[in-house]
């Protein structure tokens, strides 16, 4: 048994460049739309404080200068994708990325802060190399790379995944109930729905094992990879990599996650390991740059570790192995999105206890969900029309988000005069209320009523 360090194909590396690209283009289409509320300088969010508030979509003071960054971060997201100067273009891409998170970081989700990552540690390692105008231009080396950057990667993918189960610590997890209330929440997609009326309540229950099990297996696997015989490795890796894709998808077709679960499946990509027409591998090697490169590499790499464990400890009320990690670090890490803080879905599903809705009321005393837009909630009162509220499903969404995080009545007054303007609620709609449909008491409570129509 001995140490080594892991070599990543490059056309599993340029794979992962088209199929990021992908699914960044789909959160930029979704943010151009909804670009007015969120991202415009007269928008619902007020910029954030600190260094976060001097990325340049939080500095711009017209909705043209917005309007013109954004199309140049979506110009580079298709560069990117496309493999032309590929290193200087996933540079920009990155700083362009984090302006659009701080510029609304109430709406972003894991799948922002793993792009962030990923863009990050790949840019130490040849994406360019297939499938690419850079590869068309002579660049085209198909021997697997194997250096600091790549065992950077892969146990990124572990601390993610091994942090995420650590803190899964609330009852709903350790009773493994918590597939129940995630298919039942009001994100959850139509066939979460049919499938929680549908299995009987130990298969439901499966769920919430498989999870924990592949959250804790799959990093497992990945580090036995480094250690393990030749023959074994790519099995090893396989294996890790398909849990994690099936569970991906699990997710993705039963409760709704914005882009998460698809840049997860591309990040994924980077480590599937392929067959080479080279038995030799790139190290990394670049003369005297070599040592300084793997070093800062090593170090930011024992930080990360060193702040993913800290926080695992946090999570489970445990004495820390090691010190408390440094503020002015975490505020580094939180400003480039590097961030070791992996809670999804924990303690709680959906890091809260109860269950949210929207409830609108119309001019004939009738009670729609805005979340769906069809009769989910039957505590909520008589059937709702289909036509209503589910077009705006992602939208809303968003603005559940923003709640859970900032609870601001200043916010949610914003978000609701800028509704009105831009005619998202509909005309029928006489007031809106925010509601918890808590676990240990079903009736409904309602949590504030934001908006009345005269």
């Known amino acids: 048994m001995r140490f080594e360090l892991p070599s990543l194909d490059p056309r599993a590396l340029s794979f992962f460049r088209v199929a990021l690209s992908i699914a960044l283009m789909d959160e930029w289409l979704h943010r151009w739309w909804d670009r007015a509320t969120f991202l415009y300088p007269d928008g619902i969010l007020s910029p954030p404080s600190g260094w976060a508030g001097l990325t340049p979509l939080n500095l711009f003071t017209q909705s043209w200068q917005s309007d013109l960054f954004l199309l140049a971060f979506g110009g580079l997201i298709l560069l990117f994708a496309c493999g032309w100067k590929t290193r200087w273009t996933q540079a920009l891409l990155w700083l362009c990325h984090l302006s659009v998170i701080h510029r609304a970081e109430p709406i972003a989700n894991a799948g922002d802060v793993i792009a962030s990552l990923l863009l990050f540690w790949t ?57 129940h209330f995630f298919w039942n929440l009001a994100m959850a997609t139509d066939s979460a729905r049919w499938l929680s009326s549908l299995l009987p309540t130990g298969l439901v229950r499966m769920g919430s094992l498989v999870t924990l099990l592949t959250e804790w297996g799959a990093p497992l696997l990945l580090v036995a990879s480094l250690f393990a015989a030749a023959h074994w490795k790519s099995r090893l890796r396989k294996a890790a990599l398909l849990s994690l894709l099936v569970m991906h998808l699990g997710i993705e077709l039963t409760f709704y996650t914005g882009s998460f679960q698809w840049i997860s499946m591309a990040c994924l990509s980077a480590l599937w390991p392929g067959r080479s027409t080279s038995s030799r591998t790139d190290d990394g090697h670049r003369g005297g740059s070599f040592q300084v490169r793997e070093l800062s590499l090593g170090l930011m790499l024992m930080l990360a570790l060193w702040q993913a464990t800290a926080f695992s400890f946090q999570a489970r009320n445990r004495e820390p192995v090691l010190p408390p990690f440094p503020s002015t670090l975490s505020s580094v890490f939180h400003l480039f999105q590097i961030s070791q803080i992996w809670r999804m879905y924990a303690p709680e599903p959906g890091n809260f206890v109860a269950w949210w809705t929207f409830v609108a009321t119309d001019d004939q005393g009738r009670k729609w969900d805005l979340f769906r837009g069809t009769p989910s909630r ?51 709609v006489r007031s809106l209320k925010f509601v918890s449909l808590g676990r240990s008491n079903p009736a409904p409570a309602t949590i504030a009523q934001f908006y009345e129509r005269e």
């Open 378 to 428: 039957p505590e909520l009162g008589p059937e709702f029309p289909k036509d209503l509220g589910g077009q705006w499903s992602r939208y809303w969404t968003r603005f559940f988000v923003i709640y859970q995080r900032s609870s601001s009545p200043l916010v949610f007054s914003r978000v609701f005069d800028r509704l009105e303007a831009e005619g998202k609620i509909p005309p029928e």
């Open 123 to 179: 840019w130490f390692l040849p994406l360019n190399r297939y499938w690419s105008i850079d590869a068309a231009n002579g660049q085209t080396d198909l021997r697997p790379t194997r250096s600091v950057a790549s065992l950077a990667v892969l146990l990124q993918i572990c601390i993610i995944y091994a942090a995420s189960a650590a803190s899964k610590t609330g009852e709903s997890w350790t009773n493994l109930d918590a597939t």
